[in-house]
């Protein structure tokens, strides 16, 4: 299969922070892509290197097979983008914005005509169209922004953090458009982080951080990094010594770590040996008052990749 | 170029959709050239004379002389002639009384005796030649009605004498005073229409001036993020810069153009070649796109960047001769006055107005303007590239 977009190698570094480091991904037609990582992580600086606004110092980027930089237009026509921050004109209305964007990316005529009135059906605003859109709701402006990003049916379609900011329902509405693009055959790259998003939309996913990939691959490849065991803790009163000595014994526990009044336990399949855990931690003195079972996500993969969790 | 044309295109939907730009872009230019051109516009120079006494054949008789001079004449009650010589809206009054008028319609009462009537001159300095426009007015009068007493005093009746005056009349023409200035700068003015050198002044003032405070939609363009998006479209920086300050261009070009349209019809400003005045118009354009680049390049904040534009505007306006004719100026501040893009366009305005000028007597303005414009664009260009990478 013929990949949509290569990146290979990419480098940036502002003074001495390296804020890319030998980036490298593909993504398929079709695929949704995710880069996952907090804030800070360089994921807004690699899709500016994607999107050719900003030149890399190092490594290649190769949309629908050419060659990506700030003035190689022809990769551009390929390209789709969708900034974080709203990116249209308040004093200018819906239908305005699509066709002066339109423009910029070659179309005109009927054309463009006939492409915006889609786009406005496409994203709920034909009713809208002839309003100015610093009058719309901030969901409608999210919704135009990334119409405008579809307007001229790009090959690859990078979303760089959509929803930041989006009410719930807004937000639903996103992630479907999203959903729907991907089922079309558009290749998307997607960026977040928030890890249900990148749960929920994405085929592949690169968990990045301080500018470098940490580990990319399905959702359950990334799992298993951190050996796909679940995390118990208890929280009670009593004997808690005794407790754990005694749950070390229980079949499936893999560790017990304790400080007074709480324990917490690596197990093997959490919710088929919790009985045996209150029983045991019962039987050895200990009154359980509250149990939390957490399995393992992604939030858990960055966790055991970074040692620091995924809002830090 | 289609991208070009976009971005130009839409800078100038923006300028126009922009309502505070309605009043200050397109209301308030031709409010200041109606108010210049009526206090101080050539036509403002118009002899005036306020005669108390309407009615009487004297009042008609010193009327159709002053009027044949070109005077304007008035007639009103005596508080009102005294009102307007103390306001200084006339320069002269007369005052006729019913007895010197019943008098003069009477041939007089020993035939031939002068007419006497009351004249006061006001204190504005042009009152002193309207006086002496009036003096000969009643004097010629005086003359006419003298000649007719003769002629009847000799035995002619009063019709024949009426008829041999007029056709000697027509025989011989009365001496004409004309008032004529004949300082330098009197001179420099002259053939001007009221509103003219208003509005041209007010063109170049107005056309910077919002070229430079709209620079804030560049700042703004950079803040809400469409910079990013135009160049990740198959754009490129140049022709991003390009559309931007073709986008300038056409907004100071509209405003321009309204300016000389609106004050060519509603005012009857001659702006001599249009051929050549939309030359020198169209190169003062861009000179204020350029500026308004570098404003709107260097700066970030767009309010201090709309305070700067007014403030520039301004001192260059002023400095420039858009607010007093540089020809009033001392000779160290008229030196100075050319620093500014305003002054060689005023020049090329002037020579073209006043003089007639052809493609070859304004050269040289043109030369140094499209100087201008060029450094600016260059240093516009590079400085605008610079800020769309900075809002990346």
Redesign the interface.
Same mark, same amino acid.
């Given at each position: 299969m013929t990949e949509v977009l290569t990146v290979q190698g990419l480098a940036k570094r502002y003074g001495d922070l390296a804020a890319v480091d030998g980036v490298s991904f593909t993504i398929a037609p079709g695929e949704t892509f995710g880069l996952l990582g907090p804030n800070g992580a360089g994921k807004t600086t690699t899709i500016s290197m994607i999107a050719g606004l900003i030149a890399a110092d190092a490594g290649t980027v190769t949309v629908a097979g050419k060659g990506m930089g700030p003035s190689e237009t022809a990769a551009k026509r390929h390209l789709g983008l969708v900034p974080q921050e709203l990116a249209i004109y308040p004093d200018l209305t819906g239908r305005e914005n699509l066709s002066f964007f339109g423009r910029l990316q070659g179309l005109n005529g009927r054309d463009l005509s006939r492409r915006t009135q889609e786009v406005l059906e496409l994203i709920g605003l034909a009713d809208r169209a002839g309003d100015l859109t610093k009058n719309y709701s901030g969901g409608m402006k999210r919704r135009l922004n990334i119409g405008i990003g579809l307007l001229h049916r790009p090959t690859l379609l990078i979303l760089d953090e959509p929803t930041v900011g989006v009410d719930p329902q807004s937000r639903n509405s996103i992630l479907e458009a999203v959903e729907a693009l991907s089922s079309e055959g558009m290749a998307v790259l997607y960026t977040t982080h928030y890890m249900e998003e990148a749960e929920r939309l994405c085929d592949r996913i690169a968990i990045i951080d301080e500018g470098s990939i940490q580990a990319e691959g399905t959702r359950d490849e990334l799992i298993k990094l951190t050996g796909g065991v679940d995390r118990i803790n208890l929280h009670g009163s009593g004997n808690s010594v005794a407790a754990a000595a005694a749950l070390r014994l229980v079949p499936g526990v893999q560790h017990v770590d304790g400080d007074g009044s709480a324990l917490s336990l690596t197990v093997q399949d959490g919710p088929s040996v919790l009985a045996g855990i209150v029983t045991g931690a019962g039987n050895a003195g200990m009154s359980v008052t509250s149990v939390e079972i957490t399995r393992p996500d992604l939030e858990s993969v960055f966790l055991h990749l970074t040692g620091k969790a995924l809002r830090d | 170029m289609?991208?070009v044309l976009?971005?130009a @295109? &839409?800078e100038l939907? *923006?300028f126009l959709?922009?309502r505070s730009n309605i009043f200050f872009v397109f209301i308030f230019p031709l409010m200041l050239i109606l108010l210049i051109g009526s206090q101080f516009g050539a036509g403002a120079g118009q002899s005036r004379v306020a005669i108390s006494g309407s009615g009487s054949s004297l009042a008609e008789a010193i009327k159709t002389k002053l009027e044949a001079a070109d005077v304007d004449v008035t007639f009103a009650g005596a508080d009102t002639v005294r009102q307007e010589l103390s306001r200084g809206s006339t320069d002269v009054g007369l005052f006729i009384s019913e007895a010197a008028a019943a008098e003069f319609d009477a041939g007089g009462s020993e035939a031939g005796r002068p007419a006497e009537v009351e004249v006061v001159m006001g204190s504005q300095s042009g009152a002193q030649a309207v006086m002496q426009q009036v003096r000969t007015a009643i004097q010629s009068v005086n003359v006419e009605r003298g000649q007719l007493a003769a002629l009847t005093q000799a035995g002619l009746p009063a019709a024949q004498a009426d008829e041999a005056l007029a056709a000697a009349s027509q025989r011989l023409s009365a001496p004409k005073v004309e008032v004529v200035d004949t300082s330098e700068i009197a001179q420099e003015f002259r053939g001007l229409g009221q509103f003219d050198l208003g509005a041209a002044q007010q063109l170049l003032l107005f056309v910077f001036l919002s070229s430079l405070t709209g620079a804030t939609t560049l700042i703004q363009a950079r803040k809400? @993020? &469409?910079i990013? *998006?135009?160049?990740?479209?198959?754009?490129?920086?140049g022709q991003a810069v390009a559309g931007q300050a073709l986008g300038r261009f056409a907004i100071a070009l509209v405003q321009g153009g309204y300016i000389m349209l609106g004050t060519a019809l509603l005012f009857g400003v001659q702006w001599g070649s249009i051929a050549l005045s939309v030359l020198v118009l169209a190169l003062f354009c861009t000179v204020s796109a350029a500026a308004a680049m570098v404003i709107g390049s260097v700066m970030d904040n767009d309010g201090a960047a709309s305070g700067v534009g007014v403030g520039a505007g301004l001192v260059l306006a002023g400095l420039g001769g858009c607010m007093v004719p540089p020809e009033l100026f001392p000779e160290t501040l008229r030196t100075v006055s050319y620093i500014t893009p305003h002054r060689f366009a005023y020049d090329a305005f002037a020579e073209i107005q006043r003089h007639e000028g052809g493609l070859g007597d304004i050269l040289p303005q043109l030369g140094v303007l499209a100087a201008m414009a060029v450094a600016l664009l260059l240093l516009g260009s590079l400085l605008l590239r610079r800020s769309l990478?900075r809002s990346?």
């Open positions: - | 289609t991208a976009a971005l @295109g &839409v939907k *923006r959709r922009d809400l @993020g &469409v990013p *998006r135009m160049l990740a479209a198959p754009v490129s920086s990478n990346l």
